[in-house]
């Protein structure tokens, strides 16, 4: 089911593009990993927005989060009560990013897939539909600089930055006990801050520099989706 419904429609689709783009000659195959990377998070924006704007709205709740913790951190029943009506009154539903995760994992693992085994170079005749005709072959130089069946470690580099940003974007806030000591929940999001980007980098300067291409792009997506549902939040709560 995950060959037949989420891979091999998001194989064709880029193939698709790539058929598409045959006619200007200063398309290369990185950027059709860009555009196709941009098309498929434009698809899955709704419900990317969905999740994102929640946990923006339950950053901006914390202060309150915390004086109830405070308040009633002796009486764990209460706490959990009081918070989930802290919840409702602001319209927050702490468990649809959740679920929303869990509806998109499979799709950007399909791409990592995809970009994983290129397909550029080399187009999988045998996983094509009867009408997504087979494009002529597209040069695998990005800008004239990177090939992207093989490893760059420029663009490794820039994908692990590009990690670390999206990351900090998005972090919740640090937070300490009465003591100075990191919460365990900050000292987890401080872990993942920088353990990521450094797994992001391993992974793309040991393989194709086609996926190194593919996580810039959706990072880059992310900041941009980050800062825009931010401003839209600041100006409903102006109005």
Not at 205 to 226: C, D, K, P, R
């Amino acid at each position: 089911m995950y060959t037949t419904f989420i891979y091999n429609p998001l194989y064709n689709g880029l193939i698709l593009v790539m058929d598409a783009v045959r006619s200007m000659p200063w398309i290369d195959a990185g950027m059709v990993v860009i555009i196709f990377t941009v098309i498929v998070r434009l698809i899955l924006f709704p419900l990317s927005k969905k999740a994102a704007r929640t946990q923006i709205m339950m950053r901006y709740a914390e202060p309150e989060i915390a004086a109830l913790r405070e308040k009633y951190k002796d009486d764990k029943q209460t706490l959990a009560m009081q918070t989930m009506a802290l919840y409702k009154a602001k319209k927050i539903n702490p468990f649809s990013s959740i679920l929303l995760l869990f509806i998109q994992l499979p799709i950007l693992f399909a791409l990592y897939r995809i970009f994983l085994n290129s397909g550029l170079s080399v187009v999988h005749t045998d996983l094509l539909y009867s009408f997504v005709p087979v494009p002529p072959t597209i040069g695998t130089h990005f800008l004239g600089l990177f090939d992207v069946t093989k490893r760059s470690w420029f663009l490794a580099i820039v994908a692990g930055v590009s990690q670390f940003f999206q990351i900090q974007l998005s972090a919740p806030p640090t937070k300490r006990d009465a003591n100075g000591r990191l919460s365990q929940e900050s000292m987890m999001h401080l872990m993942m801050r920088f353990s990521m980007p450094l797994i992001i980098f391993i992974i793309c300067v040991n393989i194709s520099s086609a996926l190194a291409i593919y996580w810039v792009t959706s990072n880059l997506f992310m900041i941009g989706q980050e800062l825009y549902l931010r401003r839209q939040i600041i100006k409903e709560k102006t109005a």
